[in-house]
């Protein structure tokens, strides 16, 4: 089911927006060569206990998920791109991270993720990295209420495609609210002025994710973590957002 926020509860969801985008912050600046995932995991939790939040992940078991996730972020490395399970990892010097994290917070709930290189960085990752930050950005411009998802899922694409790189739609954006996932989906590939019209009062997560050279991903022996099938590096953007009478207006904007 889909449903519409008024301009009120845009503005009751924006602490949670900014609770997120605060959180990636810090990981992502905590996120140095020789730091653990499971620190990384740490200080996310410690800042959702501080702010009286809530994660949407440590008991979310969906039914592509082994068991339930147990952690408070997911924390994706080198060819892993999505759904990363923190684990007994210490990153390493040019290793490519993505960072995904989701709470809620006065019972609203926000989405987010970003990609950064730890230490020495690879050309062909920051052009990755690149590619997903323009598509992202790409699809929240499309965000106009009048347009439709397709619109949305057409200029990721086109950002994806222009630059090289194959494109997976099994997993993308989707509805954001009292829980983290919900209709519509917000595929990374489609064509222009097909599906949903985009309303006013629609809150959606829209998170372009591509890899180096595929599109087709595994499931790790973890049960969660989803890596490149050839080895290759992914990067994955998200931000959510909601469609206001006055255009897009992103809730997990980082300072």
């Known amino acids: 089911m889909i449903e519409l ?49 809530e994660s949407c992940y440590i008991d979310y078991h969906p039914s592509f998920g082994a068991s339930p996730f ?4 997911c924390t994706s490395v080198n060819d892993a791109v999505l759904h990363g399970l923190p684990h007994d990892y210490a990153l390493r010097d040019g290793d490519l991270l993505s960072l995904d994290f989701a709470a809620s917070v006065n019972g609203w709930v926000s989405d987010s993720a970003l990609s950064i290189v730890v230490g020495t960085p690879r050309e062909e990752d920051l052009a990755l990295i690149d590619t997903t930050t323009r598509a992202l950005a790409a699809g929240i411009a499309a965000a106009q209420p009048g347009n439709k998802i397709g619109d949305i899922s057409a200029a990721i694409a086109a950002v994806g495609h222009g630059d090289g790189y194959t494109i997976n739609t099994d997993f993308g954006g ?22 949903l019209p985009l309303r006013p009062g629609l809150v959606i997560a829209i998170e372009p994710w591509f890899l180096h050279t ?42």
């Open 5 to 53: 926020r008024t301009p009120a509860e845009i503005e009751q969801m924006a602490p949670a927006g900014k609770f997120v985008a605060s959180v990636l912050t810090a990981t992502a600046a905590a996120a140095k060569v020789g730091v653990n995932l499971l620190a990384l995991d740490r200080l996310a939790h410690d800042m959702i206990r501080e702010a009286g939040a």
């Open 214 to 255: 595929t599109d087709r991903i595994v499931t790790d022996a973890d049960g969660w973590t989803l890596r490149s099938a050839d080895g290759s590096r992914g990067a994955h953007m998200e931000h959510t957002v909601a469609i206001t009478e006055d255009g897009p207006r992103i809730l997990t904007a980082r300072d």
């Open 174 to 195: 989707h509805g954001v609210g009292r829980t983290m996932h919900g209709d519509p989906h917000v595929p990374n590939d489609g064509r222009p002025n097909r599906g």
């Open 70 to 73: 147990g952690k408070v972020i």
